[in-house]
């Protein structure tokens, strides 16, 4: 089993910048792959940034490609995404999950953190 636990959400204006953290725990071995979704209020969980642990692949959805990084520490079981020229749309919950692979789909991850809630205002 492995534990996920979010943190570093906020409050923060547009065009501010904000970096979220997943640690991990337990049999983190289990999981090849991390991932982070947000949901907005009234409409679907949605794909963010996913990475893999061994090979630092990276997928984002487009509406954050360059504005977001997705990166890793190894040592510290610790998943970050930074973000940065944050904008209202951005503004949900954030969720770091763990999967067997780097995939878009949450069906595919089996572990879920609380979520943090990212709020950007205008």
């Known amino acids: 089993q492995v534990q996920l636990v979010e943190s570093g959400g906020g409050l923060v204006q547009a065009g501010g910048s904000l970096t979220l953290s997943c640690a991990a725990s337990?049999?983190?071995?289990?999981?090849?792959?991390m991932a982070w979704f947000r949901q907005a209020p009234g409409k679907e969980r949605e794909f963010v940034a996913t990475i893999r642990w061994s090979v630092a692949s990276v997928l984002y959805v487009d509406s954050v490609k360059g504005r977001f990084t997705i990166s890793r520490d190894n040592a510290k079981s610790t998943v970050y995404l930074q973000m940065n020229t944050l904008k209202p749309e951005d503004t949900g919950v954030y969720y770091c999950a763990a999967g067997q692979d780097a995939v878009i789909g949450a069906a595919f991850y089996d572990y879920w953190g609380q979520g943090t809630q990212v709020t950007v205002s205008s």
């Open positions: 337990g049999r983190t071995f289990s999981s090849r792959a």
